[in-house]
Nanobody
Framework: QVQLQESGGGLVQAGGSLRLSCAAS????????MGWFRRAPGKEREFVAM????????TYADSVKGRFTISRDNAKTTAYLQMNSLKPEDTAVYYC????????????????WGQGTQVTVSS
C-alpha cells in the first residue's frame, strides 16, 4: 500500500514558476515509477510527466516539454514537478500517481493516486 500527498500548488501569474511535491508513504517507493497528471476544468485527465523507477528516465507530454521537470528523491520518498514559464492553459488540478515497476504513461497502469493540488495561472 502506498499513500501519496501532493503539495505546492497555488496561484501564480503567467510566466511564473511553482514546484509541486508528492510525498509517498511505504518502503517500496523505489519500485514505483512516479507520474504527474492534471485535469483542467471541463477536460479529461491528461498525462504530464513520468520518472521511471529503475533508471530515473523521464517522459513528458509535448505541451510541457522544456518547461516542466520531474525528479525524485528515493531517500525522501518524494517526487517533484518543477513548473517554469507557466501559462494560463496549465491551470488544473495536478495529481501524482505511482505505477509498480512499469514505465507506462497511461493512467490505468497507475496503482495509487494522491488527492490533487490546484494550480491556477493568471494571465
Amino acid at each position: 500500500q502506498v499513500q501519496l500527498q501532493e503539495s505546492g500548488g497555488g496561484l501564480v501569474q503567467a510566466g511564473g514558476s511553482l514546484r509541486l511535491s508528492c510525498a509517498a508513504s511505504g518502503r517500496t517507493f523505489s519500485s514505483y515509477s512516479m507520474g504527474w497528471f492534471r485535469r483542467a476544468p471541463g477536460k479529461e485527465r491528461e498525462f504530464v510527466a513520468m520518472i521511471a523507477w529503475r533508471d530515473g528516465d523521464t517522459t513528458y507530454a509535448d505541451s510541457v516539454k522544456g518547461r516542466f521537470t520531474i525528479s525524485r528523491d528515493n531517500a525522501k520518498t518524494t517526487a517533484y514537478l518543477q513548473m517554469n514559464s507557466l501559462k494560463p492553459e496549465d491551470t488544473a488540478v495536478y495529481y501524482c500517481a505511482a505505477a509498480f515497476r512499469t514505465t507506462a504513461v497511461a493512467s490505468p497502469y497507475y496503482n495509487y493516486w494522491g488527492q490533487g493540488t490546484q494550480v491556477t495561472v493568471s494571465s
